[in-house]
């Protein structure tokens, strides 16, 4: 059973506005989450990280929100670019048992130019 | 720095065939893992070594064994390919802390 969801399979959005990707998890003992950027043909890339000890964590133009009541994340990437179209996925994992990373399915952004 | 390379970038083998996908990294990481990503599956964990010297199961390990060679490599080896593991392998490897994975270009590995 999947335990972590990204129920949008892809999103388009105008260049200069705001991309907002939705993750969805089920199991509350998750207490460190990823997202990671993938184009075609490559690995995964590394974005951005949050800890369940915050709700909001920044870098640059990407900004990744926790909600923990609601067992859900997301990601926002203002304003959005050209090169950030690409396939997301976020990532969860339990920080005292290893490192056993669970993923999403992804979701694949196209910005218009 | 080459970060995470893995070998071949491509392979077709017969059912019944093995094979062992290699996988280094040069950032001194103790961690290492190995993942398959299917259409509308997301990557999922085969297995992983948290340190040079041990390696565990992941979500999806059966069909495989793997071998932390030393702290720089890591493989799988599919003993006898079946048409089920079709499909994009990648390989990874972090620290402890902080756990953000650095990953490979991946393998595509198709079986007939």
């Known amino acids: 059973d999947q335990q972590v969801k990204q129920n949008s399979p892809s999103l388009s959005v105008q260049e200069g506005r705001i991309s907002i990707l939705n993750c969805d998890y089920t199991n509350s003992m998750f207490d460190y989450f990823l997202w990671y950027k993938k184009y075609p043909a490559e690995g995964p890339t590394f974005l951005i990280s949050i800890s369940s000890i915050k709700d909001k964590n920044e870098d640059g133009r990407f900004t990744v929100f926790l909600n923990k009541s609601a067992k859900h994340l997301s990601l926002h990437i203002v304003p959005s670019q050209p090169g950030d179209s690409a396939v997301y996925f976020c990532?969860?994992?339990?920080?005292?048992?290893?490192?056993?990373?669970?993923f999403g399915t992804g979701t694949s952004l196209t910005v218009i130019p | 720095n080459a970060g995470v390379t893995q070998t071949p970038k491509f392979q077709v083998l017969k059912t019944g065939q093995s094979m062992t996908l290699q996988c280094a990294q040069d950032?001194?990481?103790?961690?290492m893992y190995w993942y398959r990503q299917d259409p509308g599956m997301g990557l999922r964990l085969i297995y992983y070594?948290?340190?040079?010297?041990?390696?565990d199961k992941g979500e999806v390990p059966n069909g495989y064994n793997v071998s932390r060679l030393n702290k720089r490599e890591f493989s799988l080896r599919l003993e006898s390919a079946a048409p089920s593991q079709t499909s994009v392998f990648f390989c990874?490897?972090?620290?402890?802390?902080?756990?953000?994975?650095?990953f490979g270009p991946g393998t595509r590995l198709t079986v007939t």
């Open positions: 990874a490897s972090s620290e402890l802390n902080p756990y953000e994975q650095y």
């Open positions: 950032m001194n990481h103790n961690s």
């Open positions: 990532a969860a994992s339990f920080t005292n048992t290893g490192n056993q990373f669970y």
């Open positions: 070594s948290a340190s040079e010297g041990t390696t």
